[in-house]
């Protein structure tokens, strides 16, 4: 690890300024995954500007029926809460489909939405990568590819968002909002927070120099039938080939958003109107224009089977 | 190696390899390259004052210690162990303020003024926390290097489950978890065990929970 100086802020617009004075400094939250990518030097931070002081660690029931999220309430703590177990079902779901229970315990909400991706070839850094190293060059594309991107990438890039929250987020139309250094707010819909990869694979979201997560807000509850399916090769503790985050009406019609194959939370307007016609009609607008891999071809049928897979799930609790 | 360099070489290693070489050619260009290199940044130290096992720690550490370091090496407590040390494998487990974390992936400066429980502060040799007799009892170990931590997550694993935290075995969200063999198994999924103690360890833990695993 790459040495670096220590301070903890006591207000997000505190931190937010902190890490905007110095230039190579980060915010450091549960640290699960910056401090994994400090230890291989991927990420070489000067200066962490530490977070958990700025008492953003609360979920409250916002004005219009909704649920605030606090950016530092841990992933274990939003999975539990009996608001969120109640109303947004699929975002525990999808929370506790991730990581293991130690990490759940540790990562935030923000940091989980800012998780970088687990491209074998991000993480070893004997080879080109063009999110790790702009401008040298892209190992997967050619290389083993089989967990990676087939929509949303690009000729520089085919990695994934590699989260499970941020589909149910997506599902849920999460709005992001943030603090800047000057200590001004903003609110940035869920759709527009992660970019697809495009010639700067390195800009992974649309968060500014030194522009701190506060809370992800909920809209009031959808109803329905909440499912999170994740298809992986172990039962537990692995990362998606195929994630689904779904909300299904009992008329069949609904909303679903897909992991492990793009960039960000891959949710199709198009897509979820033909739903009630099944789940072919359905992947296949939702996967127009995809561009597999030889290694992740396979991906375009797991997305078409876990759709009908959560449908009939979603049919057979209906009918219960 | 040639004083001329050879393609792998930076321009200015061989800049300066060529002036060393005028004076003994024997000398290696990357030697020469090591005494130029710019000022790497200082390690930073600091203060951090936590309580493990009842007892407080005052530590000065490099910023860049992780909680597992300070535990083992600052601290002499080497019950808990480094495994991957990338938080894949659980070997680094420790209850902080009761909940486990993996102590490998948090920074000691983290954990200003946080209670943290090892192992070493589960039980002793002569008075055995229930889980370590029952890890003893029901043969939950092989080589044993992976057991602190699988023993610090199984006495996790049962106050979530008692605590209601769910899990994605659980049937239904609405309806309290209970220590079934499915729910411990799949939330003791971040504790690799590579002697394949696991059918033992849930019976372990089947038996503490007083249940059947």
């Given at each position: 690890m790459?040495?670096?100086?220590?301070?903890?802020?006591?207000?997000?617009?505190?931190?937010?300024?902190?890490?905007?004075?110095?230039p190579g400094a980060?915010?450091?939250?549960?640290?699960t995954?910056?401090?994994?990518?400090?230890?291989?030097?991927?990420?070489?931070?000067t200066?962490?500007?530490?977070?958990?002081?700025?008492?953003?660690?609360?979920?409250?029931?916002?004005?219009?029926?909704?649920?605030?999220?606090?950016?530092?309430?841990?992933?274990?703590?939003?999975?539990?809460?009996?608001?969120?177990?109640?109303n947004?079902?699929?975002l525990?779901?999808a929370?506790?489909?991730g990581?293991?229970?130690?990490?759940?315990?540790k990562?935030?909400?923000?940091?989980?939405?800012?998780?970088?991706?687990?491209?074998?070839?991000?993480y070893?850094t004997?080879?080109p990568?063009?999110k790790?190293?702009?401008?040298?060059?892209?190992?997967?594309?050619?290389?083993?590819?089989?967990?990676?991107?087939?929509?949303?990438?690009?000729?520089?890039?085919?990695?994934?968002?590699?989260?499970?929250?941020?589909?149910?987020?997506r599902?849920?139309?999460a709005?992001v909002?943030?603090?800047?250094p000057?200590?001004?707010?903003?609110?940035?819909?869920?759709?527009?927070?992660?970019?697809?990869?495009?010639?700067?694979?390195?800009i992974?979201?649309?968060?500014?120099?030194g522009?701190?997560?506060?809370?992800?807000t909920?809209?009031?509850?959808?109803?329905?039938?909440?499912?999170?399916?994740?298809?992986?090769?172990r039962?537990?503790?692995?990362?998606?080939?195929?994630?689904?985050?779904?909300?299904?009406?009992?008329?069949?019609?609904?909303?679903?958003?897909?992991?492990g194959?793009?960039?960000?939370?891959?949710?199709?307007?198009?897509?979820?109107?033909?739903?009630?016609?099944?789940?072919?009609?359905?992947?296949?607008?939702?996967?127009?224009?995809?561009?597999?891999?030889?290694?992740?071809?396979?991906?375009?049928?797991?997305?078409?089977?876990?759709?009908?897979?959560?449908?009939?799930?979603a049919?057979?609790?209906?009918?219960? | 190696?040639?004083?001329?360099?050879?393609?792998?070489?930076?321009r200015?290693?061989?800049?300066?390899?060529?002036?060393?070489?005028?004076?003994?050619?024997?000398?290696?260009?990357?030697?020469?390259?090591?005494?130029?290199?710019?000022?790497?940044?200082k390690?930073?130290?600091?203060?951090?004052?936590f309580?493990?096992?009842?007892?407080?720690?005052?530590?000065?550490?490099?910023?860049?210690?992780?909680?597992?370091?300070?535990?083992?090496?600052?601290?002499?407590?080497?019950?808990?162990k480094?495994?991957?040390?990338?938080?894949?494998?659980?070997?680094?487990?420790?209850?902080?303020?009761?909940t486990?974390?993996?102590?490998?992936?948090?920074?000691?400066?983290?954990?200003?003024?946080?209670?943290?429980?090892?192992?070493?502060?589960?039980?002793t040799?002569?008075?055995?926390?229930?889980?370590?007799?029952?890890?003893?009892?029901?043969?939950?170990?092989?080589?044993g290097?992976?057991?602190?931590?699988?023993?610090?997550s199984?006495?996790?694993?049962?106050?979530?489950?008692?605590?209601?935290?769910?899990?994605?075995?659980q049937?239904?969200?609405?309806?309290?978890?209970?220590p079934?063999?499915?729910?411990?198994?799949?939330?003791?999924?971040?504790?690799?065990?590579?002697?394949?103690?696991?059918?033992?360890?849930?019976?372990?833990?089947?038996?503490?929970?007083?249940?059947?695993?």
């Amino acid at each position: 690890m790459k040495p670096f100086s220590y301070e903890r802020a006591s207000s997000p617009a505190e931190a937010a300024a902190a890490v905007a004075r110095r230039p190579g400094a980060k915010f450091l939250a549960g640290g699960t995954n910056l401090l994994d990518l400090m230890k291989l030097e991927i990420e070489t931070p000067t200066h962490l500007v530490d977070v958990q002081d700025t008492k953003l660690d609360r979920i409250e029931q916002t004005s219009d029926g909704g649920l605030r999220i606090g950016a530092l309430v841990t992933n274990t703590q939003l999975a539990a809460d009996e608001r969120v177990r109640r109303n947004y079902g699929v975002l525990t779901r999808a929370i506790v489909a991730g990581a293991s229970g130690q990490l759940r315990n540790k990562a935030s909400t923000a940091g989980n939405l800012l998780q970088r991706t687990r491209c074998p070839y991000f993480y070893d850094t004997n080879m080109p990568c063009n999110k790790r190293r702009p401008g040298s060059g892209c190992s997967a594309i050619g290389g083993v590819s089989r967990q990676l991107g087939i929509i949303g990438t690009s000729d520089a890039c085919i990695a994934t968002h590699p989260g499970d929250m941020a589909q149910a987020m997506r599902v849920l139309d999460a709005t992001v909002e943030t603090v800047n250094p000057q200590g001004q707010t903003r609110a940035i819909p869920i759709a527009d927070f992660h970019r697809l990869w495009g010639d700067t694979p390195h800009i992974e979201t649309n968060l500014k120099a030194g522009e701190l997560i506060t809370a992800v807000t909920l809209p009031r509850p959808l109803g329905g039938t909440h499912i999170y399916r994740k298809v992986r090769d172990r039962a537990s503790y692995a990362f998606a080939l195929v994630s689904i985050a779904a909300v299904i009406q009992p008329d069949g019609t609904g909303r679903f958003a897909v992991g492990g194959i793009a960039p960000k939370p891959w949710r199709v307007a198009g897509a979820e109107e033909v739903l009630p016609q099944g789940a072919k009609a359905s992947a296949a607008a939702l996967l127009a224009g995809a561009r597999p891999t030889e290694d992740n071809r396979f991906k375009i049928a797991l997305v078409e089977r876990t759709l009908a897979a959560v449908m009939a799930d979603a049919k057979a609790r209906n009918v219960a | 190696m040639s004083s001329n360099g050879g393609p792998e070489l930076s321009r200015r290693g061989v800049l300066v390899g060529g002036v060393a070489s005028a004076a003994a050619t024997t000398v290696p260009a990357v030697v020469a390259e090591a005494r130029t290199l710019p000022d790497v940044p200082k390690p930073t130290t600091m203060s951090v004052a936590f309580e493990v096992n009842g007892r407080r720690a005052d530590l000065d550490l490099d910023t860049r210690t992780t909680l597992l370091d300070a535990l083992r090496e600052h601290l002499h407590l080497t019950g808990t162990k480094k495994g991957c040390d990338h938080g894949q494998c659980g070997a680094c487990t420790v209850l902080v303020n009761g909940t486990r974390i993996n102590s490998c992936l948090s920074l000691a400066a983290q954990h200003q003024g946080d209670k943290i429980t090892t192992i070493e502060g589960l039980g002793t040799p002569d008075r055995l926390h229930p889980m370590q007799a029952a890890f003893v009892k029901h043969d939950g170990y092989q080589c044993g290097y992976c057991t602190p931590g699988q023993i610090c997550s199984a006495v996790a694993v049962l106050d979530e489950i008692k605590a209601g935290v769910p899990s994605h075995v659980q049937p239904d969200l609405a309806v309290r978890p209970r220590p079934t063999g499915a729910e411990m198994r799949e939330r003791m999924s971040g504790n690799i065990c590579r002697c394949g103690a696991y059918s033992n360890i849930a019976e372990a833990m089947a038996e503490v929970a007083g249940a059947r695993a």
